[in-house]
């Protein structure tokens, strides 16, 4: 497999603060390791008290026992693997492991490292005293490594745009698989969240903003990496369907802290 290799920010620094790394993952016996290896080098340089977690969402390949041979081999007590046998989607996945963080923070990213973990550093110091904190590939394009093909282009401003128009909500990236919650907010918006699938990142934002959690967007580095497990027609239509049950919820007052 060809990995480019992605940059994050400048040098590396060390932070106080404790962190649980998510990691949603589906059929990445091919891609996860490198990714692994890439988080225990940088967390364990920058943070003295974190956690990785792989939430392996029903793999039907070696996902699972690569997993387990990484964390074994480099003995890292830090690091745990959890099996789903039937797939669940990665809302549902990202709800129950939300849930079960001990860190004050929690990273969510993609298994494939498209935005690498150094670019956790971008998102903590770009807070601004928010607890959500949203990596966006469209702030910056000077930080767009390798783009994605056009189509998937295309449907993701679609989405945004429909989120504006529908939600009113006012990112430029709600889909980038970099995101950055405290623990407090985590616990205020997942026991609500519904969505199980493509989704998810707009009802976590519309549950925010149901409950007065304020959300910032910073930039990160992205490039394309090939293996998405994205089908264009498929996401299309389960999105937008899911975009209008988070309406109807929003409407029904099902996000407030008042029910």
């Known amino acids: 497999m060809n990995r480019k290799k992605n940059v994050g920010s400048d040098k590396g620094k060390s932070y106080s603060l404790s962190l649980s790394v998510i990691i949603p993952a589906y059929n990445e016996e091919k891609r996860i390791t490198a990714t692994l290896k890439d988080i225990e080098k940088f967390l364990r340089k920058n943070f003295s008290n974190f956690e990785v977690m792989v939430y392996n969402d029903g793999s039907q390949d070696k996902t699972e026992r690569v997993v387990k041979e990484f964390i074994k081999k480099h003995r890292l007590k830090n690091f745990k693997i959890v099996t789903f046998r039937k797939n669940v989607g990665k809302g549902k996945t990202i709800k129950i492991a939300s849930l079960k963080a001990k860190k004050d923070w929690i990273l969510m990213m993609d298994a494939d490292s498209a935005t690498p973990i150094e670019d956790v550093q971008r998102l903590i110091d770009g807070r601004r005293g928010k607890e959500i904190v949203y990596g966006s590939r469209y702030l910056d394009r000077t930080l767009l490594k390798v783009r994605q093909p056009l189509v998937r ?17 006012n990112l430029c990236d709600t889909q980038c698989g970099f ?4 623990r ?6 997942f026991p609500k969240s519904e969505i ?5 990142d707009l009802e976590v934002l519309a549950i925010a903003q149901a409950n007065n959690l304020s959300v910032v967007e910073v930039p990160v580095s992205w490039a394309h990496i090939e293996g998405s497990k994205f089908r264009a027609s498929r996401g299309i239509r ?12 929003l409407r029904r007052g099902k996000y407030s802290n008042n029910t």
């Open 184 to 189: 407090r907010a985590a616990r205020i918006i």
């Open 196 to 200: 199980e699938r493509w989704g998810w």
């Open 238 to 249: 389960q999105t937008f369907f899911e975009l209008f049950t988070i309406k109807r919820n």
């Open 153 to 169: 282009r295309i449907i993701g401003r679609a989405g945004n745009l429909l989120a504006r128009i529908v939600l009113k909500i």
């Open 179 to 182: 995101k950055l919650f405290s």
